[in-house]
């Protein structure tokens, strides 16, 4: 199942329930109106999301057309993001930064959206309480922090095809540069250890170290950031961003 949140006159966006091709998706606001109200009962949700997106699939589903650029990111805010700041811009927002800025950095990795877990958890309920993955941009200046992006699209794990390992792809204004490898298990595994140390609520968001790439960034650059499955489409959506002044 993929699942993204479409930007309205809201803090937090509408849900709504994408096709595997990214092109088509169906609202979904009678069944919950954002994608942290389906987190708050995700036992009884998912199971009527997922019906929604076999609908897509099999043509039984009213849908309309799902454009990228639409998108916020899948949480526009959480509780706890174990990564960076609470409020995320879109992934196809400007990165936008002071005049003169320098040592401009954008880091990814693929990050889990998990469900209530309890800090005395076994690691196996921590990993049924991984439920959403997608990709996390990271923009740092100087070394600090200065906001975070996700892909467009929110993901089940059988979305993700099993495979071991899957190529992050980088694209910097345009040309391929050195990717991060990340796997399904280094996720699950590093929402187990972040556990060890705290409970999280549903909603939170872990930053799992896998897939992790970095890349050098001017203003006026492009970042372009995506997965693609074994046959070759991508899973997430892109992030894609160009460094502006603000």
């Known amino acids: 199942m993929k699942l993204a949140t479409l930007k309205d006159s809201t803090r937090d966006g509408k849900l709504v329930v994408v096709s595997k ?16 109200a389906a987190l708050d009962d995700w036992a009884h949700v998912a199971p009527r999301l997922e019906r929604v997106a076999l609908g897509l699939e099999t043509g039984s589903q009213p849908t309309i057309r799902f454009h990228e650029h639409d998108a916020a990111s899948p949480l526009p805010r959480a509780f706890f993001w174990a990564g960076g700041s609470g409020g995320f811009s879109g992934p196809r927002d400007a990165i936008r930064v002071a005049a003169g800025a320098s040592d401009i950095n954008v880091t990814t990795q693929i990050a889990v959206i998990v469900d209530d877990i309890d800090r005395t958890d076994t690691n196996e309920a921590a990993g049924q309480g991984a439920v959403l993955f997608l990709l996390s941009s990271d923009v740092s200046v100087g070394g600090s922090n200065v906001g975070s992006s996700f892909s467009p699209v929110a993901v089940t794990a059988d979305e993700l095809g099993g495979a071991d390992e899957l190529a992050v792809l980088v694209r910097h204004n345009g040309k391929s540069v050195q990717g991060g490898t990340g796997s399904l298990n280094d996720a699950v595994a590093s929402v187990g250890s972040t556990v060890a140390s705290r409970s999280l609520i549903s909603g939170s968001i872990v930053a799992s170290g896998s897939g992790r790439a970095s890349s050098a960034l001017s203003v006026g650059d492009t970042v372009r950031i995506e997965m693609n499955d074994r046959t ?3 899973i997430f959506g892109a992030i894609e961003q160009t460094v502006e002044i603000r």
Not at 21 to 36: F, K, P, W
Request: with cysteine; glycine share 10%; charged share 20%.
């Open 21 to 36: 091709d990214l092109t088509r998706c169906s609202e979904v606001g009678h069944i919950a109106r954002t994608l942290q």
């Open 232 to 234: 070759g489409h991508s």
